[in-house]
């Protein structure tokens, strides 16, 4: 049975089958997914925008689907692996232990990787992949020349919400910490020779559906997390994590290290303000190739659930000296 590995070089070596599903699992995620990020965006000639806009979304949903049929493509296209081979042996062995046995070494397995993915983690996984093809599609179907090609009712009424909900940065004496902010630097090029002032700017047409991309983005952002830390939760531990953890300090340096570490990881958190700044979501929208840009500033989510993690291990720490000991 699979052990913890103590640092990455072990972790390159290691021979897990829960990483070893994943990475065909997210190689098939990727696959569909720039399948629709070549073609997402597309106009068919005859078609107003409002027409060409349902049939991207047409194949947006379509995109989506393939993402969930994973298990279908994994099984018709890696069925021979040694991945998939080692999943059937393990599942038939599991099959002829009694319950109370098959629960006890199924929990050591998922404690150490020998596993594949469970469902939940597999739904993690498309849900991100069918999210920043939501971003895609938003960037590449509905704005056009920097407006909403269509905007029902109800998304007038997000895009209200957002601008009764949004401070101005740059009005220092008039902030009122309200959920959204925006503020328009001059390092910000293309929106400041747009835009004279953020006023102006949540005012006018791309102002507006930068307020409708905020909403998706800033309510998906937890749900984003969630989904990154059903997948990478123990698979940090196995990359190092373990030797780092606030559960784990054994001395005085240990406690120091870990403690650095946190406060480090900490730092991270502050990102999530990223996911309700206006000006970040505007620059996005100006096209594919800005969104591209930003879309590296995802990876910020493995140090975030990192600072959550040790969040929590210090917690179980403090608790083990108070009251176990």
């Not at 052990?3 to 569909?32: G, K, M, P, Q």
Request: hydrophobic content about 55%; overall charge negative; proline content about 2%.
């Amino acid at each position: 049975m699979p052990h913890h590995t103590d640092t990455i070089a072990d972790w390159l070596v290691s021979n897990r089958l829960y990483e070893d599903n994943l990475f065909y699992y997210a190689l098939i995620i990727c696959f569909w997914f720039f399948i629709g990020f070549a073609f997402l965006g597309f106009e068919l000639e005859g078609f107003s925008l409002q027409q060409n806009l349902f049939f991207n979304f047409v194949f947006y949903l379509f995109i989506c689907t393939m993402m969930a049929l994973c298990p279908v493509w994994f099984r018709l296209f890696f069925g021979k692996t040694h991945t998939a081979k080692r999943e059937q042996e393990l599942q038939q062995a599991l099959d002829e232990l009694d319950e109370y046995d098959r629960a006890e070494v199924e929990a050591e397995l998922a404690h150490t990787g020998g596993l594949a993915m469970r469902p939940v983690q597999k739904w993690a996984l498309i849900f991100l992949g069918s999210y920043f093809l939501f971003e895609v599609f938003f960037i590449s179907a509905w704005v056009k020349d920097m407006a909403l090609v269509w905007e029902p009712r109800w998304a007038s009424v997000l895009i209200e919400w957002v601008r009764e909900n949004t401070d101005f940065l740059s009005d220092k004496e008039r902030i009122d910490r309200k959920l959204f902010s925006v503020y328009i630097k001059p390092s910000d090029t293309e929106l400041y020779q747009l835009y004279t002032s953020e006023r102006e700017f949540l005012a006018s047409s791309f102002g507006g559906a930068t307020a409708l991309f905020q909403v998706f983005r800033s309510f998906c952002f937890p749900l984003i997390l969630f989904a990154f830390a059903t997948i990478i939760w123990r698979p940090l531990d196995w990359l190092g994590g373990l030797s780092i953890d606030p559960r784990n300090i054994h001395s005085v340096g240990s406690f120091i290290f870990s403690s650095v570490a946190t406060l480090v990881m900490t730092f991270f958190l502050l990102f999530s303000l990223y996911y309700f700044a206006l000006q970040e979501s505007a620059i996005m929208l100006l096209g594919i190739e800005f969104w591209k840009d930003k879309f590296s500033l995802n990876f910020v989510f493995v140090f975030m659930i990192l600072a959550i993690k040790f969040i929590c291990g210090w917690f179980l720490f403090w608790r083990n000296i108070l009251f176990y000991r």
